[in-house]
């Protein structure tokens, strides 16, 4: 089984590329559910069908849903949610400000992560395909299954500090099953989950980008978040791409302008592999056209493939107390090399070409201390 996450930022065509996928998989004969976890769906547009919250086969071996996560808190969760403003209220909260906070943090992000757990833990598909909102609520949904365990022990604590001094008052808003022993069964689940996804033979998380300066700025940000929380990134997909000319003059000068960036992409993810899609002169939405960019995209590699198989091409460690970022350059021969920050970005010139890594946060504002490279890997230290 294959779980595959497509991230990136805005409407670069992630839901077109999921389910481009998603299409390509069925019509190779294997069972694939493909899954908006996005409040804004789109799927169905793409896909020219209804879909629900339970999955829909739009034709043969390819399943899609649309997963509500509002609606799931209002059908499944309400006790819950009643519960915590209740306790907020006996704390003096008014009462619609009570309502507003008792909204958990990360709520959305868990029910969202149990869709995926069911669907992998069901059984029934070959694939997992993940058309995820874009990039910053995406990164909140991936680093949930490591806090969860914090959250739910958290919520555990609130639940014993409101049964001990509270307990006549609260009784009456008690929901009537024990919501409470629900939390450590989600935990376990969460748990499972993280390891379908740090498991690099399963979960793979592909990022879509357009040759456009900020769109590949975030899509590194993805990149150095995944290498941090341990997911595997295997494939940049660039979508919309131009033609190679033009006779029109403005469109020249936008082809220009994309050929700088898909060189920027190139030399910035290398060695992830590189699939491209071209700006259709139509719009994608129906399986067969969604299958005809399949077929660009993928140039008869299988998608279902794990696309890089090679270890992760960032790691920060610590080594005697100062952090190392190790880069993975393999078949790079270095004669020259600079290594510079820039805000919160590294720019590293090698030879002719420019990586930039968009810095975690604890090594924003750290100068570098000196770089090796040592058997493919490029070792930069920063102070302490
Ligand atoms: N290769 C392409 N050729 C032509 N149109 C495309 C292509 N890829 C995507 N589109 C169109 O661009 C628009 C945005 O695509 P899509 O909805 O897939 O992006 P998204 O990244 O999922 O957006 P959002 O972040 O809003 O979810 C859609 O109208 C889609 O049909
Ligand atoms: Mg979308």
């Known amino acids: 089984m294959r779980i595959i996450l497509y991230l990136g930022k805005g409407g670069v065509g ?16 294997k069972k694939v559910l493909i899954m908006s976890t996005d409040v804004a769906h789109s799927l169905a547009d793409a896909l020219g069908s209804e879909l629900s919250a339970t999955p829909v086969e739009v034709e043969k071996n390819l399943f899609a849903m649309e997963v509500n996560v509002l609606a799931e808190i209002r059908e499944n969760w309400t006790e819950l949610y009643s519960y915590f403003s209740s306790i907020l209220m006996h704390d003096g909260a008014d009462e619609i400000v009570a309502e507003e906070l008792a909204v958990v943090p990360g709520m959305e992000e868990m029910i969202s992560l149990r869709y995926i757990w069911k669907a992998a833990k069901s059984g029934l598909y070959d694939a997992i395909v993940v058309d995820a909102a874009p990039t910053g609520e995406t990164m909140r949904l991936l680093g949930m299954p490591e806090s ?9 604590g609130w639940h014993s500090k409101a049964i001990g001094f509270a307990a006549p008052l609260l009784n009456r808003f008690m929901p009537k099953k024990n919501i409470f022993k629900l939390m450590p069964e989600v935990n376990e689940h969460m748990k499972e989950l993280h390891s379908f996804l740090q498991d690099k033979d399963i979960t793979t998380f592909r990022v879509v980008v357009n040759p456009e300066n900020m769109v590949i700025k975030e899509a590194l940000r993805v990149q150095t978040y ?36 898909l060189k920027v992409i190139d030399d910035c993810f290398y060695p992830i592999p590189i699939f491209k899609a071209k700006q259709m002169a139509k719009e994608v939405i129906s399986p067969d056209q969604l299958h005809e960019l399949s077929q ?11 696309l890089y198989a090679n270890d992760t091409t960032q790691v920060l460690e610590k080594v005697n107390g100062k952090y190392v970022l190790k880069l993975h350059l393999p078949n ?13 970005e590294l720019l590293v010139d090698i030879n002719n070409f420019r990586k930039s890594i968009v810095l975690p946060n604890v090594l924003v504002g750290r100068k570098t201390e000196g770089a090796d490279f040592e058997s493919g890997h490029l070792n930069i230290t920063f102070s302490s």
């Open 296 to 306: 660009q995209l993928f140039e008869g590699r299988n998608p279902m493939d794990v």
């Open 148 to 156: 969860y365990g914090w959250y739910s022990d958290k919520i555990g």
């Open 14 to 29: 992630k839901t077109t590329v999921s389910a481009s996928t998603a299409t390509a998989i069925a019509r190779s004969g």
């Open 332 to 344: 790079v021969e270095i004669t020259k090399l600079n290594v510079n920050i820039k805000g919160d």
């Open 226 to 261: 995944l290498n941090l929380f341990g997911y595997k990134l295997d494939a940049v997909m660039v979508n919309k791409i131009l033609p190679a000319e033009s006779k029109d003059e403005y469109l020249s000068s936008l082809i220009a302008l994309q050929q700088k960036y």
